[in-house]
């Protein structure tokens, strides 16, 4: 027996509206949570089509063998970053005027594989060997309506797609579970001279995986108590009609990072020569969501670890493109002197209809209308201003830098990307990235700075 998934009713009416447009296809992304019993999607979002895609409307069959997964990951990159902890990119899926299975199934298995071993590629954590390994692909046929759901083990790139239950249901978006929570992070990267010549980017995501086993290990409060991993979540509680007094209030969410060792770890210290540092200061905003079907402690810890850990490496993410699209040349040597940069802030939306809030980042340059523009791009969904949550206030940051060292933010490693589609995406997307609340709201980010110690 495959995979259940429960999918919101809305997501059903945007697939059944989604006009081609003379295409012979368009594909997309699916947004939800894993559980051990069953999947919930409560969003899908069209990839959007390159502005100097080829129009031509021959040779359908041409252009599905050619389907762009680098620009389809790209777009899974940029909504990865909006989803709060809890939530992740399920799948993908194709609308097409074609009942061509098994060639829409073949190019599912690649798009799929792609996408997630993309995403995964930027994250500071693993999934744990319990969590499901299965990732959903939808084929529609909009002709005839007709739905086909599978499955592939992202795990093993040679597995078969499985069959899966593609089921509607309504009141979906209603049925979550919220967890708030207040990290301050002073975070200091030493830069040994021997990682000199990797780039700043490689040097300070280093230094965050480090941080981030401290998140990892950290105790966790909700709601001022310590609770079992395997307790049921909503224990205690004094449970309405339909749980409504439950789901509406979130659960607080306090971190409390160990600052030593257990007796049975040996610590050792060594002096190392180091030709700067790279500092990150300043409180982040984090949230998360479970669904309320028999939620258990240990996920939601785990939905709140990860929003902490994907929210700082993204806004350092976010920074270093924009410094090397805007500001750093190829391979320039910073100055000695003090420079201040400010981290992208976080501001939250919600999904209509639900206490599901989506994220965003945006630097203090951008405006209104890039919101508008943005959410419209990456998420194919309108939003209303009113309905921006101001989340963060603003902290101040610094950067010194000194003569004595060769990171930079130039990507000049195996892994730097292809100069087309990230040119055009960085460019068209990241320069909108996080435009949430651009007008008239002040948002806290975390502050980075980057020391280098002179001769």
Same mark, same amino acid.
């Given at each position: 027996m495959g995979?259940?998934?429960?999918?919101?009713?809305?997501?059903?009416?945007?697939? *059944?509206?989604?006009?081609?447009?003379?295409?012979?296809?368009? %594909? @997309? $992304? !699916?947004?939800?949570?894993? =559980?051990?019993?069953?999947?919930y999607?409560?969003?899908?979002?069209?990839?959007?089509?390159?502005?100097?895609?080829?129009?031509n409307?021959?040779?359908?069959?041409?252009?599905?063998?050619?389907?762009?997964?680098?620009?389809?990951?790209?777009?899974?990159?940029?909504?990865?970053?909006?989803?709060?902890?809890?939530?992740?990119?399920?799948?993908v899926?194709?609308?097409?005027?074609?009942?061509?299975?098994?060639?829409?199934?073949?190019?599912?298995?690649r798009?799929?594989?792609?996408?997630?071993?993309?995403?995964?590629?930027?994250r500071?954590?693993?999934?744990?060997?319990?969590?499901?390994?299965?990732?959903?692909t939808?084929?529609?046929?909009?002709?005839?309506?007709?739905?086909?759901?599978?499955?592939?083990?992202?795990?093993?790139p040679? *597995?078969?797609?499985?069959?899966?239950?593609?089921?509607?249901? %309504? @009141? $979906? !978006?209603?049925?979550?579970? =919220?967890?708030?929570?207040?990290?301050?992070?002073?975070?200091?990267?030493?830069?040994?001279?021997?990682?000199?010549?990797?780039?700043?980017?490689?040097?300070?995501?280093n230094?965050?995986?480090?941080?981030?086993?401290?998140?990892?290990?950290?105790?966790?409060?909700?709601?001022?108590?310590?609770?079992?991993?395997?307790?049921?979540?909503?224990?205690g509680?004094?449970?309405?009609?339909?749980?409504?007094?439950?789901?509406?209030?979130?659960?607080?969410?306090?971190?409390?990072?160990?600052?030593?060792?257990?007796?049975?770890?040996?610590?050792?210290?060594?002096?190392?020569?180091?030709?700067?540092?790279?500092?990150?200061?300043?409180?982040?905003?984090?949230?998360?969501?479970?669904?309320?079907?028999?939620?258990?402690?240990?996920?939601?810890?785990?939905?709140?670890?990860?929003?902490?850990?994907?929210?700082?490496?993204?806004?350092c993410e976010?920074?270093?493109?924009?410094?090397?699209?805007?500001?750093?040349?190829?391979?320039?040597?910073?100055?000695?002197?003090?420079?201040?940069?400010?981290?992208?802030?976080?501001?939250?939306?919600?999904?209509?209809?639900?206490?599901?809030?989506?994220?965003?980042?945006?630097?203090?340059?951008?405006?209104?209308?890039?919101?508008?523009?943005?959410?419209?791009?990456?998420?194919?969904?309108?939003?209303q201003?009113?309905?921006?949550?101001?989340?963060?206030?603003?902290?101040?940051?610094?950067?010194?830098s000194?003569?004595?060292?060769?990171?930079?933010?130039?990507?000049t490693?195996?892994?730097?990307?292809?100069?087309?589609?990230?040119?055009?995406?960085?460019?068209?997307?990241?320069?909108?990235?996080g435009?949430?609340?651009?007008?008239?709201?002040?948002?806290?980010?975390?502050?980075?700075?980057?020391?280098?110690?002179?001769?």
């Open positions: 995979r259940t998934y429960i999918v919101e009713e809305n997501v059903g009416q945007y697939l *059944s509206n989604m006009n081609l447009q003379g295409k012979a296809f368009v %594909s @997309g $992304l !699916l947004i939800g949570q894993c =559980s051990s019993q069953k999947d999607v409560i969003l899908a979002t069209r990839t959007p089509p390159k502005e100097q895609q080829n129009e409307l021959q040779h359908s069959k041409a252009k599905l063998d050619n389907l762009d997964e680098e620009w389809a990951t790209e777009h899974a990159n940029q909504v990865s970053r909006m989803l709060p902890g809890g939530l992740l990119v399920l799948g899926f194709i609308i097409t005027t074609l009942e061509m299975e098994n060639d829409f199934q073949n190019a599912l298995h798009l799929v594989f792609a996408v997630e071993k993309s995403v995964n590629k930027k500071l954590w693993n999934f744990t060997e319990e969590e499901v390994s299965e990732r959903v939808l084929h529609i046929c909009s002709s005839t309506k007709k739905i086909l759901c599978r499955t592939y083990d992202i795990h093993d040679k *597995s078969s797609a499985k069959p899966a239950d593609w089921k509607y249901q %309504s @009141g $979906l !978006l209603t049925s979550w579970l =919220s967890l708030e929570c207040t990290v301050h992070i002073n975070i200091h990267i030493p830069l040994s001279t021997t990682s000199a010549s990797y780039t700043l980017e490689k040097n300070t995501k230094g965050l995986a480090r941080w981030a086993k401290q998140i990892e290990n950290s105790v966790y409060l909700i709601n001022g108590q310590v609770k079992a991993e395997d307790c049921d979540l909503l224990e509680q004094k449970k309405s009609r339909g749980n409504a007094q439950v789901t509406s209030h979130p659960f607080d969410v306090r971190v409390l990072t160990q600052l030593l060792l257990n007796s049975d770890h040996r610590s050792t210290a060594a002096v190392q020569i180091c030709s700067g540092s790279v500092n990150l200061k300043g409180t982040v905003k984090c949230r998360a969501y479970i669904h309320s079907n028999k939620p258990k402690v240990k996920d939601a810890v785990q939905a709140v670890k990860r929003d902490i850990l994907n929210t700082v490496a993204d806004r976010i920074l270093f493109e924009d410094l090397l699209l805007n500001e750093i040349p190829e391979k320039k040597v910073m100055n000695s002197e003090n420079e201040f940069h400010i981290l992208p802030h976080r501001v939250f939306v919600p999904i209509p209809g639900s206490t599901v809030m989506l994220c965003d980042y945006k630097f203090g340059d951008e405006s209104a209308e890039e919101i508008r523009d943005h959410f419209i791009e990456m998420l194919d969904h309108r939003i201003i009113e309905d921006l949550e101001i989340a963060e206030e603003i902290n101040t940051a610094c950067v010194s000194s003569m004595n060292t060769e990171a930079s933010l130039d990507n490693d195996d892994e730097q990307p292809k100069q087309p589609i990230k040119t055009t995406v960085a460019l068209k997307i990241q320069h909108n990235i435009v949430i609340a651009a007008f008239a709201v002040v948002v806290i980010a975390a502050g980075i700075s980057f020391h280098y110690f002179s001769d």
